[in-house]
């Protein structure tokens, strides 16, 4: 039989082959067989950048004197992904160090901004509560790092999407430190005027698309808002924040599936702090790396260090540009830890730093990750390199307490809502009538 | 007018909206998108639109929430209307997204962010044969308990085609169930739109309002002739939306009847017809209510059984009867 270059079976050679073998042919009118060559065999295995010791190159096996993770985790064993004092001087930290001096500062800012935005509240909740604040503020210092670092490759038309514990993320994207202070008291001039808090809001004028409340939920957000980028073909892209536990939510899972399946414009960002929610990622997972699920759909899947900014903006812009050159989604999970429990203020106190007498997590555990905290870190690279000085970056804190000091004042005196305008702005046309009453009025 | 089938209808409204919004999006399972009018004319949403736009590339991954979640999504980048079409046996699945995101998101954001979302849900009725897990009927009532979206429900194919178009241009999240009903009929070629909201009188009578949803609707049709012969004058009411319910055309025709069927094939407890009666029944004193239901019973594959436990036009007879004394 012959099959010719371009792989259709000739029919002719091959009813001669078996006439020859002695064969009776019956030859029905056909379109030929076509065998189209096979794919080119795939790649290999997704690029891991980052340390090797932070992620292990097989599948199956756990880490290096780990254990199976669901069977053997103990409290204290976030350090051993603990990184070092310094950023390595890596193909990372020299992208980084290219960046202009404005950049960089901004990204020193940032990462200070979300600093304060947490520590003030804290001491604000813990000495004088607000009465219209909901309590339960899921504090992330410690993770200033990854939005910042992702942050840094995106513009205002890129949408992001994140959980109702992604204050950080917001504030790294753009949105506005005094209406996002006026939310967090559900005050009018919030940019959802008071109606959702920062848990759930948008703020779409600078590409925020959601905040949410239900795990798992960032990824169709962020994955469904890159289909919109595809349709409008502008070269948008679009990021979801995780947290660990999110990977068990099918919502995050089949968003990375169908990302991948029709190359998205999409970024998803796994935050590993190790643990989700009260329980511990590890013991949620069959494996302690998240990175683990999606390496099989064959899309880039990276593991950095969360706390070094230099990592986390070197990985992103990897991301950033492939999916805006129309390659589809990465995943990126940044490991790193949280000072705070993950909701409210439990083991804190005011004017000090971290919640400590956790179940999940020993004090000398927590103090060893925050002498390794990213903003600390960052600092100790500029002025390493010659990048900034140290007069320059406390000038750059006392700036950023003042602006959120301001903001809370803003807050403050912003006016709340109107009570009966809870039945309003619930359809974009239409009115809801207030069934609470008798005879069901409606409240214009 | 040309006879156009449901699923026509249907799909012609939305690809005539995709024409004039580039950034209009369309997904469903199992199919491309594709009708045929019985005089010939032919759709084909994938190869109009292309697979940016029809994000179904022979069909779409067999995950009704990620159809809906990202269409969700979607349109709230880029506020544009995005439709999902899901297949029968799969109306709930993407219920936790409509009930969190979809459904609220206008509200969430304060106004600032539409979620202009049509999700086109199967309320499909029951066959002989097809068992409880692909006889679904009533989701209905489950979706309308949902604060934010708007619902309808549309029994002629005109009101299919006419919704669709509303719904698409409401600019909100609406949830329209487009299978059960009337099969085929006459619709003008040109778009038009049937408003949201108001509901309409099939037949005028004066004994009896009979209020239903489809599938029932096909059995209160079979059953208006055999009242007529035996002197009933049925008031066959269509509301046709669901929520916003048009609570003023119920009433009059309630206040004038003093009689209120109603009929649904959901089941029993909490279906959409007890909402219905509520309306009623608060508005007009000195009336008569009932509702004959499915029961609260799976929907079991024997044809008989199904049959048997169907409100069918023989029963709506008799329950009218019944009700008028």
Redesign the interface.
């Known amino acids: 039989m012959k099959v010719s270059e371009r792989g259709v079976l000739d029919r002719r050679s091959f009813v001669k082959g078996m006439l020859a073998a002695g064969a009776t042919v019956t030859v029905a009118a056909c379109a030929p067989i076509v065998t189209t060559p096979g794919p080119a065999a795939p790649a290999g295995p997704p690029t891991i950048a980052g340390p090797a010791w932070i992620h292990p190159k097989s599948l199956v096996r756990a880490a290096p004197g780990y254990g199976g993770a669901h069977l053997t985790w103990k409290v204290g064993d976030t350090l051993k992904w603990l990184p070092p004092e310094k950023f390595p001087a890596d193909e990372a930290a020299d992208a980084l160090a290219k960046l202009p001096k404005t950049k960089l500062s901004e990204m020193y800012s940032k990462m200070l901004r979300i600093r304060f935005w947490f520590t003030v509240w804290k001491d604000i909740t813990l000495t004088k509560p607000e009465p219209t604040m909901y309590r339960g503020l899921f504090g992330r210092c410690g993770q200033e790092a990854i939005p910042v670092g992702v942050s840094a490759n995106l513009t205002n038309a890129d949408y992001v999407a994140t959980t109702h514990a992604g204050d950080h993320d917001l504030l790294a994207k753009g949105v506005d430190l005094k209406a996002f202070a006026a939310e967090a008291l559900y005050r009018t001039t919030g940019p959802a005027h008071g109606y959702g808090g920062v848990m759930h809001m948008s703020d779409l004028k600078v590409g925020i698309l959601a905040s949410e409340g239900i795990v798992g939920h960032s990824g169709p957000m962020a994955a469904g808002a890159a289909w919109a980028a595809k349709v409008k073909g502008t070269g948008q892209v679009s990021v979801a924040y995780t947290g660990d536990g999110a990977m068990q939510s099918r919502h995050l899972f089949n968003s990375i599936r169908s990302a991948a399946n029709y190359k998205l414009p999409a970024l998803f960002v796994l935050e590993q702090n190790f643990f989700s929610s009260g329980g511990v990622a590890g013991m949620l997972s069959p494996s302690p790396y998240m990175a683990d699920y999606t390496t099989g759909l064959g899309i880039p899947t990276v593991v950095v260090d969360g706390n070094n900014v230099a990592q986390v903006y070197a990985a992103a812009k990897d991301a950033v540009d492939r999916a805006r050159g129309g390659d589809g989604p990465t995943f990126l999970e940044c490991l790193t830890q949280r000072w705070y429990d993950h909701s409210g203020w439990s083991g804190a106190k005011a004017g000090t730093d971290g919640a400590f007498s956790m179940p999940y997590r020993t004090d000398e555990e927590l103090k060893t990750w925050m002498s390794r905290e990213p903003i600390l870190r960052y600092g100790i690279f500029l002025v390493d390199r010659g990048l900034s000085t140290q007069s320059e970056l406390d000038a750059l804190k006392a700036t950023a307490k003042k602006e959120m000091d301001d903001a809370v004042d803003f807050a403050r005196s912003s006016p709340e809502p109107k009570a009966e305008d809870g039945v309003k702005k619930v359809y974009p046309t239409g009115v809801v009538p207030a069934t609470q009453f008798y005879g069901h009025p409606v409240v214009e | 007018m040309p006879v156009t089938s449901r699923a026509f209808a249907m799909l012609q409204a939305i690809q005539y909206e995709m024409q004039r919004n580039?950034?209009m999006?369309y997904t469903r399972q199992n199919s491309i998108g594709t009708a045929t009018r019985a005089d010939g004319k032919s759709i084909n949403m994938l190869t109009e639109f292309g697979l940016?736009?029809v994000?179904a590339r022979g069909g779409q991954?067999i995950?009704e929430?990620?159809m809906a979640?990202?269409?969700?999504?979607?349109?709230?980048?880029?506020?544009?209307p995005a439709i999902v079409t899901l297949p029968g046996m799969t109306t709930l699945y993407p219920i936790?997204?409509v009930f969190?995101?979809m459904a609220?998101?206008?509200?969430?954001?304060?106004?600032?962010?539409?979620c202009?979302v049509v999700l086109n849900l199967s309320d499909g009725g029951r066959s002989s044969g097809s068992g409880q897990q692909h006889s679904h009927v009533g989701e209905i009532s489950m979706y309308a308990n949902i604060?934010?979206v708007?619902v309808v429900a549309p029994h002629k194919v005109y009101d299919v085609k006419g919704l669709m178009h509303a719904a698409i241009r409401?600019?909100?999240p609406v949830i329209i169930f487009t299978s059960g009903g009337e099969a085929s009929a006459d619709v003008p070629d040109e778009p038009f739109v049937v408003p949201i909201?108001k509901a309409q009188i099939l037949q005028e009578g004066t004994d009896i309002t009979i209020a239903s949803l489809p599938p029932a609707t096909l059995e209160v049709e079979k059953a208006l002739p055999e009242l007529a012969k035996a002197g009933i004058k049925a008031e066959f009411f269509d509301p046709r939306t669901v929520k916003?319910f048009d609570e003023e055309a119920l009433i009059k025709s309630v206040t004038k009847t003093k009689r209120l069927l109603v009929v649904s094939h959901g089941h029993y407890t909490n279906d959409f017809s007890s909402h219905i009666i509520a309306v009623a029944a608060q508005a007009v004193s000195g009336a008569k209510f009932y509702k004959i239901t499915f029961p609260d019973a799976p929907s079991p594959g024997s044809g008989p059984m199904v049959k048997w436990m169907t409100p069918d036009a023989p029963k709506i007879i008799e329950a009218a009867k019944k009700l008028i004394g």
């Open positions: 580039p950034l999006v940016n736009r994000l991954a995950d929430d990620w979640n990202s269409s969700i999504a979607c349109a709230i980048a880029s506020q544009a936790e997204f969190n995101t609220a998101w206008n509200h969430i954001s304060g106004g600032e962010a539409r202009p604060a934010g708007k409401d600019g909100g909201g916003p």
